[in-house]
T-cell receptor
Framework: AAGVIQSPRHLIKEKRETATLKCYPI?????VYWYQQGPGQDPQFLIS???????DKGSIPDRFSAQQFSDYHSELNMSSLELGDSALYFC?????????????FGPGTRLTVT | DAKTTQPPSMDCAEGRAANLPCNHS???????VYWYRQIHSQGPQYIIH???NNETNEMASLIITEDRKSSTLILPHATLRDTAVYYC??????????????FGAGTRLAVHP
C-alpha cells in the first residue's frame, strides 16, 4: 500500500539559510499534519491542513510557513534557520472528513543546521 | 484533551504478552483512546483506538475499563521488532483536520530474547 512520502530524507543547512521540506500524502487523504521532533524529545505538532486550507496551528515559529497544494502535497518552508531547528520533521496524512482520522506518518526529514 | 500517565519503561520477554497500561482519569465522554508507537527515529505508527468497548486488530488489543479511566494495550506475542516507545493519547474526534496528536512521554518497551 502507498505510504506517505517525504523529501528530502536528510538535509544539511547552515544558520540563516532557508529549507523546504515536502510531503506527499497517501492518495485520497485530505489532511496533512506536520510534527517536529528534537533530539531526545517527543514529536510536537506544528501545523495542519484540511482540503488545502490551514486547519490548526501549534507551536510553529513565525519563521516557518507551510501550505497544501491542489494535488494535496504539502511543503514546510523554514527561513533564517537556527541551530535549534535541527530535528526530525514528520508529516502525517489522514482521511478526516468523517473524523476517523488515523494518522499515517512518513519516514521523516532529518534537518541538521550547522 | 485529557492528560494521560504511562510508566516510563517496561521490559518483556520475546514471545510473551506485553501489557502496557495508561491512566486517563479525566477522560470525558466523547474522548477516544488512541495508541501509537515509534520505533527508533521512524515515523510514529498508528496501532489501535477505542471509545469504550474493547478493540482488537492484527497488531494489538485494547482493553478499556468500564469507568474509562484507564486502558491497557496488549501485544499478544511480543517480538524484538516491537521494541519502541508507545504513546497513549486521548482526544476527541473532529472532522476537518483538527485532530492533532499531543504526544506525552510514552512508555519505552524493551523486548528481550
Amino acid at each position: 500500500a502507498a505510504g506517505v512520502i517525504q523529501s528530502p530524507r536528510h538535509l544539511i543547512k547552515e544558520k540563516r539559510e532557508t529549507a523546504t521540506l515536502k510531503c506527499y500524502p497517501i492518495p485520497r487523504h485530505d489532511t496533512v499534519y506536520w510534527y517536529q521532533q528534537g533530539p531526545g524529545q517527543d514529536p510536537q505538532f506544528l501545523i495542519s491542513f484540511y482540503e488545502k486550507m490551514q486547519s490548526d496551528k501549534g507551536s510553529i515559529p513565525d519563521r516557518f510557513s507551510a501550505q497544501q497544494f491542489s494535488d494535496y502535497h504539502s511543503e514546510l518552508n523554514m527561513s533564517s534557520l537556527e541551530l535549534g531547528d535541527s530535528a526530525l520533521y514528520f508529516c502525517a496524512s489522514s482521511f478526516s472528513v468523517r473524523g476517523d482520522d488515523e494518522q499515517y506518518f512518513g519516514p521523516g526529514t532529518r534537518l541538521t543546521v550547522t | 484533551d485529557a492528560k494521560t500517565t504511562q510508566p516510563p519503561s517496561m521490559d518483556c520477554a520475546e514471545g510473551r504478552a506485553a501489557n502496557l497500561p495508561c491512566n486517563h482519569s479525566t477522560i470525558s465522554g466523547n474522548e477516544y483512546v488512541y495508541w501509537y508507537r515509534q520505533i527508533h527515529s521512524q515515523g510514529p505508527q498508528y496501532i489501535i483506538h477505542g471509545l469504550k468497548n474493547n478493540e482488537t486488530n492484527e497488531m494489538a488489543s485494547l482493553i478499556i475499563t468500564e469507568d474509562r479511566k484507564s486502558s491497557t494495550l496488549i501485544l499478544p506475542h511480543a517480538t524484538l521488532r516491537d521494541t519502541a516507545v508507545y504513546y497513549c493519547i486521548v482526544r476527541v474526534r473532529s472532522p476537518g483536520g483538527y485532530n492533532k496528536l499531543i504526544f506525552g512521554a510514552g512508555t519505552r518497551l524493551a523486548v528481550h530474547p
